[in-house]
């Protein structure tokens, strides 16, 4: 027959195994904060890209932030651009991604 813990043997493996759960916690938030600099970092990359290739099409010195607002909701709402977008999007989504 298996032998009873005492309270002390009882109290000082909840002691370690609370030990633990701290340590893992801590582990956890540190991931999750790895995680989201990434995205961050991703993100930021991702902005970056995308506005030097909007820059070579739209000069910043020759258009307002708000003139470019205003085209790209004009074009976005023209049949023929969502017909493009989405043929590009159907073109690229058959083929693997390379960076």
């Given at each position: 027959?298996?032998?009873?813990?005492?309270v002390?043997?009882?109290?000082?493996?909840?002691?370690?195994?609370?030990?633990?759960?701290?340590?893992?916690?801590?582990?956890?938030?540190?991931?999750?904060?790895?995680e989201?600099?990434?995205?961050?970092?991703?993100?930021?990359?991702?902005?970056?890209?995308?506005?030097?290739?909007?820059?070579?099409?739209?000069?910043?010195?020759?258009?307002?932030?708000?003139?470019?607002?205003?085209?790209?909701?004009?074009?976005?709402?023209?049949?023929?651009?969502?017909?493009?977008?989405?043929?590009?999007?159907?073109?690229?989504?058959?083929?693997?991604e390379?960076?």
């Amino acid at each position: 027959m298996a032998r009873t813990k005492t309270v002390e043997e009882l109290q000082a493996e909840q002691e370690r195994i609370e030990k633990e759960l701290k340590i893992k916690t801590q582990k956890l938030k540190a991931l999750q904060q790895q995680e989201k600099e990434q995205l961050r970092k991703e993100r930021t990359h991702r902005l970056c890209t995308h506005g030097a290739m909007l820059e070579q099409y739209l000069p910043p010195e020759e258009y307002s932030d708000k003139q470019i607002d205003e085209f790209f909701r004009t074009l976005f709402q023209l049949p023929e651009v969502v017909n493009i977008l989405q043929w590009i999007k159907e073109q690229t989504d058959e083929q693997p991604e390379t960076r």
